[in-house]
Structures are given as structure tokens and as C-alpha cells.
């Protein structure tokens, strides 16, 4: 949708240049101003500009199940933050909710003092909030499907989370 607006956006600005007699680079360095050069508006920025992180937060922001980013942020979790990874991908040890993505191989849970937590809980937040399915964490980490969620969400569930970080993608 945003493509095809761009697209109409461009076939008007070529209807409206046949009109006036100009070109669209006429227009457009009217927009911008007579002292910028076109192509070079902004030459002292880095190639890439514009993406938002350069810490991995461009890996995939789909919500779907996306086993890449969530082995990844595993081991980060343990390479990065020196959290114990009390439940594997992969693994259910019992002690899940019936519908706990635990179950289904897209769920790991890590632990560690409260600082440890808090800081991966932070990272996750500012890095990949809307990539995540769920982030549990109590207190700091409360997501659902990309979008924060108030702590009252989870239940009974948020007070069983002030020692691990349970993470769903
Ligand atoms: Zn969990």
C-alpha cells in the first residue's frame, strides 16, 4: 500500500510538472530548497542510515515463529548476559501453562541475579520488542505479540517470573 501511494505520489508529481512545464527534479529541488543538490541531500551520512540498530535489531521483525532469531537471542542470553538457561529451546520440564509456547519449541527461559535479568530484559525491550511473541519478565518485561502489556496481563503467571525471563517468539 505504501508503494502504490509512492507510485500515485510520483504519477501526480509528473501530471503536475506536464502542467506547469517543469520537471519533477524541478519540483522536488523546489521542495527542498535551491542550496541542495539533488541525489547528495544529506552527503555526511554513513550508507545504512536510517536502520534503526546495529546491534541485530534488522534480523526479522515478524511475530511469526522465527527459530533463527530465538536460538539466537538464547545464546545471548547465556554468551552476553551470563544467564543460566533454566529451560531450552525445545524443552518443557514440566510446570507450563497447557498453550505455553514451551510446548511448542519456540520458548526458552534464562535466570540469573536481578541485575543479570534486568539488563537482557532492557535489551530485549529496546531491541526487539516487536519481534517478540511474549517477553515475561517481573518486574520490566511485559510483552505480548509486540506490544507491551501490563503486568496484570499474565495473571497469576507475572508473580511465577521474578526469577527467569521467558522468552516466546
Ligand atoms: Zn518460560
Known amino acids: 500500500m505504501t508503494l502504490g501511494f509512492a ?10 510538472s506536464a502542467l506547469k512545464d517543469q520537471t519533477v527534479a524541478d519540483i522536488l529541488r523546489g521542495a527542498l530548497g535551491p542550496d541542495v543538490p539533488l541525489g547528495k ?31 539466537y537471542l538464547q545464546s545471548v542470553a547465556s554468551r552476553n548476559f551470563g544467564l543460566e538457561i533454566t529451560e531450552p529451546i525445545g524443552s518443557d520440564s514440566g510446570g507450563h501453562v497447557a498453550d505455553s509456547y514451551h510446548k511448542q519449541g519456540r520458548a526458552f527461559d534464562a535466570s540469573g541475579t536481578p541485575e543479570q535479568m534486568a539488563k537482557f530484559t532492557e535489551f530485549l525491550n529496546h531491541n526487539f520488542k ?40
Open 7 to 16: 507510485l500515485f505520489a510520483i504519477g501526480m508529481a509528473m501530471v503536475v
Open 41 to 71: 541531500a544529506n552527503p555526511s551520512a554513513p550508507s545504512g542510515a536510517g536502520v534503526s540498530s546495529t546491534d541485530g535489531a534488522s534480523l526479522t521483525q515478524s511475530k511469526e515463529s522465527s527459530p533463527r532469531l530465538l536460538s
Open 130 to 169: 516487536t519481534s517478540l511473541t511474549e517477553l515475561i519478565h517481573n518486574p520490566g518485561g511485559s510483552i505480548k505479540n509486540g506490544k507491551s502489556v501490563p503486568g496484570s496481563f499474565w495473571g497469576s503467571l507475572w508473580g511465577e517470573h521474578k526469577g527467569h525471563v521467558h522468552v516466546a517468539i
